[in-house]
């Protein structure tokens, strides 16, 4: 019923707690769960853990914090395991210019690397933003995320009025916090965003804004686990069996039911990924 598109079961954790985690997981009304990557033990990870479980898939990638640790030989690694069976995207990556726990110019260059590299596998591009807004979209546009060429090897995605199509650039702002107004010009360029925990937090009219004025058909909705935990469990471990909140926040701000948005964000998720299957 629901697809959690950005959780990180690859995270260090006990065996009993990932134990506890998959059970909470295969309890609920999750369907599937992407694993991102985030540096290269995670995204093996990740990738193992998609060939364990059937309603695993996985990303690879280097985030911003780790991009000062990749290296070449790192970034042929990731290629390789793009490569292997239910890992779907390049990601996360992209810039955060808040914690800066990589120097700028590295954050940077890895961004470029990875881009290119999702390019090049024709795969999409799951992004991590912070603090930097105006550089992603830039570098996303310098390093043709949204060309024309990109859009052609994916198959378009329904618009709002339901009698056409538009083009898809597979490019996903995950746990997207920026404006309602960038958030319509990533639309716009093919881009599709995801909401987190933070819509449910009380005054955060910012988010709020971005589900009202962004159609339901370029939403996904994830836990980003183990953070961001949604209320009304906020202040504790986030897992991606809680999607259900942002889920049901995203529903009552639209006006839907919570089983539409359910059913709409998670065709968007397998459309987004190319996962073929129900």
């Not at 959780?7 to 065996?15: G, I, V, Y």
């Not at 009993?16 to 985690?21: E, I, L, S, T």
């Not at 000062?68 to 390049?90: E, F, P, R, S, T």
Request: hydrophobic fraction near 40%; include cysteine.
């Amino acid at each position: 019923m629901l697809f959690d598109s950005h959780a990180h079961l690859n995270n260090k954790m006990s065996d009993k707690d990932r134990a506890a985690m998959v059970a909470a997981i295969e309890a609920s009304d999750l369907d599937y769960v992407m694993d991102i990557g985030f540096d290269l033990a995670s995204s093996k990870l990740a990738a193992d853990h998609a060939a364990k479980y059937p309603w695993c898939y996985a990303a690879a990638g280097f985030h911003p914090h780790d991009a000062q640790h990749m290296d070449d030989m790192d970034l042929i690694m990731i290629k390789g395991l793009a490569k292997k069976n239910k890992v779907m995207a390049i990601g996360e990556i992209g810039l955060d210019f808040h914690y800066d726990r990589s120097p700028r110019d590295l954050q940077r260059e890895a961004f470029r690397k990875q881009i290119r590299l999702a390019n090049e596998l024709k795969m999409p591009i799951v992004i991590h933003s912070r603090e930097a807004d105006q550089e992603v979209m830039d570098i996303l546009k310098e390093e043709g995320a949204f060309s024309d060429e990109r859009k052609s090897w994916f198959p378009k995605r329904p618009d709002p009025t339901g009698y056409a199509t538009t083009d898809d650039a597979r490019v996903l702002l995950h746990c997207y916090s920026g404006s309602a107004e960038l958030g319509r010009q990533y639309v716009k360029l093919g881009a599709t965003l995801s909401i987190a925990g933070p819509v449910t937090y009380k005054n955060n009219k910012k988010t709020i804004a971005v589900v009202e004025e962004v159609p339901i058909d370029f939403l996904l909705v994830e836990t980003d686990s183990p953070y961001l935990t949604p209320e009304p469990y906020r202040g504790k471990k986030n897992n991606p069996s809680l999607v259900e909140y942002t889920a049901r926040k995203v529903a009552e701000i639209k006006g839907m039911s919570y089983e539409d948005v359910a059913a709409a964000t998670k065709a968007n998720a397998m459309r987004f990924y190319g996962i073929k299957h129900v």
